[in-house]
């Protein structure tokens, strides 16, 4: 699929084995990484760089994830951008009615990662 290839993918997490493992994932699929922490501004990050796609980790402190997906969606600049959630819990009918692209429960495997992440490029032409 060479007409995905170098496209920016925004990982958003807390957990830092998350990040590593995603990051890989996506490395493996020959994208550019794009990471933000919960001390940034997610949004504005967003809005910069307009990434292809966004990966979230909703399994954060307090309700930071949910409130970062709905915050994301409901953003007239960047609502578009798809969203793959990824969480510890079954929480997929949640994930989506909140606006999410897709979801993904954790642990992730590297095929399931690339699949989901090929579809939501593939959505985008």
């Known amino acids: ?35 933000a922490s919960l ?10 760089e307009k990434p292809a796609a966004i990966v979230l980790e909703v399994d954060l402190p307090d309700t930071i994830g949910w409130n970062t997906l709905r915050s994301l969606k409901a953003d007239p600049n960047i609502g578009r951008i798809p969203v793959i959630v990824c969480s510890w819990l079954d929480q997929e009918v949640r994930c989506l009615e909140q606006g999410a692209d897709l979801y993904l429960r954790m642990p992730i495997l590297s095929a399931d990662f690339e699949t989901a992440l090929a579809s939501i490029l593939e959505k985008q032409k």
């Open 1 to 35: 699929m060479a007409h995905n290839v170098n496209k920016r993918i925004m990982i958003v997490g807390g957990n830092t084995q998350f990040m590593y493992i995603i990051q890989r994932f996506v490395r493996a699929s020959a994208h550019q990484i794009l990471c």
């Open 39 to 48: 001390g940034e501004d997610i949004l504005a990050k967003a809005r910069c």
